[in-house]
């Protein structure tokens, strides 16, 4: 199951969604994405009021809004026991609102809407009554494409149909693009929403006797384990004679669970059949209660300005008393303030006296097991208070409780560099958060060690503490337990047409893969490839080839090489190179040359103005004090001047200049 939740199961890429994704994150210049490949896929949007879903219907397109529609949400609670029907009317804009959702908190939604007989359906959203959620539901987007679960995991099959279209469990039904002759028994735990994983799953094949399945009836007991996905899988039924009954049986959390009676006969197609529970434990141990949804930050009117409230719990939802609380103040400089608070026995911190400012983030922060749990950022005002809610669990620095998967992303760019998306998920296996040892060192998340300009992606949900400069991220918080975490960056790395990628992962990787444009070819590290991901009717066929790479073990290598990309001629480099040279060369030489001329020619300027001074001041008509001091005065200006210039550039031997000193003899 877990494989299934990560980036790198084959489907994940297939789809357009993350093809769009890699398009966004590499900058390959995409068409938009048609927004039927959006339909029914729910986000949570900080804009929508929280415990409130929007629904926008659209007839193809944006364009084109689908206003005066029904559109109808199937709400089911979290044990299963309260299910309801409600509907909307689609307005402005083809969105339809539904709110009060909170009798529903940790139960799941799903939303369709019929455009005259064709019927889309969303995915199955959890509720949470502190987040708003919106989502589209587009004409022309088939129902099932939306609530499959990712392909890729376990053999390949068709799309599950949508969650209003499944019998009930027990209950065989149509299985379209399985081959004839097959059934697949599914093995759900609908509270949790979990598969059972690796339960024996026995189908019983009920030949025609005397009596048809009485004592003298001919029974064959055939058995097969549950997959990641909680399918068992039956084949080579088709040559069974006439009148054979089926029936599929499994225990699940202890509890012995059969399915009706049914036959093969007449099928063009295989046949499916769910066995499930409620409230159950899986066959790998006893699948821990739902934990309910926590309260985000959040400004309340009730508490003091300059307040935060924090609610620590346990991975049981019980409070954690005595846990030291911290609220960190950042500011815009990078400086960081602590406030200090301590949990009570109902798990709850009162941190008073903090500083409001306008300009700052806040963050909760609770050392717990060794590791330091985190909220989300928020801004507080001077308004009012904050409060949250914070989840702590025990940890772990075992890596092989960590099941992660990579894709890297190339793009050839200018001067001989390529653009690697390193796109990388994990998931912590058990009731433990990861977080690695003191004695270990910090966890570092690595681009390779030639890269440059490494950045940690928008996309990661943990704490990644990244230097500008630095070709690695260590790792700011732990890992939470049986969640998809992020934990993607992107860097550049230098190529001569080929470029060597030689990256090391600090978890196991279950799969990896390269997605690169169809120019560009891996030629080692691959085990398979490449391939085309296929593309829905009626568009254009996804411009990209996915090599699969296969596991790794932690602290293993994955060595590729891509070709293909291009380079910069060397020609044009060498000419720049040398034009660049000359161009420096003469502007030394300038730089040395300059100062000389133009020191002589601004000394002979001053020797020819002296002079026209010094001539005037001796055709004057009368002789004064005032003009023996001006001759005395431009004298020994000339003076200075002469002795320069001889300095500079000394008279042709045989020749005098005009001895002023002479002339400084024959006073008047």
């Keep these: 199951m877990v494989t299934a939740l990560l980036l790198a199961t084959p489907g994940a890429a297939q789809g357009p969604g993350a093809a769009q994704g890699l398009g966004a994150a590499q900058g390959l210049g995409q068409p938009a994405m048609d927004p039927r490949a959006m339909s029914g896929i729910p986000r949570v949007d900080p804009q929508t009021e929280p415990g409130t879903i929007v629904v926008r ?145 026995t189908l019983e094949v009920i030949k025609p006797g005397p009596v048809a399945g009485g004592p003298d009836a001919a029974i064959e007991r055939r058995t097969a384990q549950s997959d990641a996905r909680g399918a068992a899988r039956f084949a080579d039924l088709g040559d069974l004679p006439p009148g054979t009954k089926l029936i599929a049986e499994a225990t699940l959390a202890g509890e012995k669970k059969r399915s009706e009676p049914f036959s093969l006969e007449g099928q063009t197609h295989g046949l499916a059949v769910v066995l499930a529970v409620i409230g159950a434990g899986a066959a790998s141990g006893p699948v821990e209660a739902e934990r309910r949804p926590l309260q985000t930050p959040r400004a309340v009117p009730t508490i003091a300005p300059g307040t935060v409230r924090a609610t620590i719990f346990g991975p049981d939802d019980r409070p954690i008393a005595d846990a030291e609380v911290v609220v960190v103040r950042l500011d815009v400089t990078g400086t960081r303030q602590r406030f200090a608070g301590t949990s009570g026995p109902d798990g709850v911190a009162r941190v008073d006296d903090i500083a409001v400012v306008d300009d700052s983030l806040y963050q909760v922060e609770v050392p717990y097991s060794g590791a330091p749990f985190r909220s989300r950022l928020f801004q507080m005002n001077d308004r009012m208070g904050v409060t949250l809610e914070l989840r702590v669990f025990p940890t772990t620095s075992d890596v092989s409780k960590v099941r992660s998967a990579v894709q ?147 602290g293993a290598r994955y060595d590729l090489e891509i070709d293909g990309l291009v380079t910069t001629p060397r020609t044009f480099r060498h000419l720049g190179l040398a034009l660049g040279l000359l161009i420096a060369l003469g502007t030394v030489l300038a730089a040395v040359m300059s100062p000389r001329a133009s020191l002589l020619q601004r000394l002979r300027s001053r020797r020819d103005a002296l002079l026209r001074q010094l001539d005037r001041l001796e055709s004057a008509s009368a002789a004064s004090d005032r003009s023996d001091r001006d001759r005395e005065r431009v004298i020994a200006a000339l003076d200075q001047v002469f002795r320069q210039l001889d300095a500079l550039a000394p008279a042709p031997t045989g020749k005098a200049h005009v001895d002023v000193g002479a002339a400084w003899d024959r006073k008047p």
């Design 408 to 554: 890297f992303g190339v793009e050839a760019l200018e001067n001989d560099e390529a653009r690697v998306v390193q796109l990388h998920q994990a998931m912590v296996e058990g009731d433990k958060a990861f977080w690695p040892a003191a004695s270990a060192g910090p966890l570092r998340i690595s681009a390779p060690a030639e890269a440059t300009g490494m950045v940690v992606l928008d996309r990661a949900t943990v704490e990644l503490e990244h230097k500008e400069g630095a070709p690695f991220a260590t790792l700011g918080e732990p890992l939470p337990p049986g969640e998809v975490v992020d934990l993607s960056i992107a860097y550049l790395m230098p190529h001569h047409g080929a470029l060597a990628l030689r990256w090391s992962s600090p978890f196991p990787i279950a799969s990896g893969r390269v997605v690169v444009t169809p120019e560009l070819k891996v030629r080692k590290g691959a085990q398979s490839g490449p391939v085309r991901p296929p593309h829905q009717e009626g568009q254009a066929p996804m411009e990209f080839d996915l090599y699969e790479l296969g596991p790794l073990a932690a």
């Design 57 to 201: 219907v659209l007839r193809g397109g944006f364009a084109d809004p689908g206003v005066g529609l029904t559109v109808t949400l199937d709400l089911r609670s979290l044990d299963g026991g309260k299910l309801e029907k409600r509907t909307a009317v689609s307005v402005e804009q083809g969105r339809a609102s539904f709110a009060e959702l909170e009798a529903y908190a940790g139960g799941t939604a799903v939303a369709s809407v019929d455009f005259g007989g064709e019927v889309v359906r969303s995915q199955a959203v959890k509720l949470d009554p502190n987040v708003g959620v919106r989502m589209l539901l587009v004409q022309g987007a088939t129902s099932s494409s939306a609530s499959a679960p990712p392909a890729g995991v376990g053999p390949t099959s068709e799309p599950a149909p949508a969650p209003a279209d499944v019998p009930m469990p027990g209950t065989a039904f149509a299985n379209p693009g399985q081959a004839p002759g097959s059934v697949v028994v599914g093995t759900l735990d609908l509270a949790g929403g979990r598969p059972f994983v690796g339960v024996e799953v």
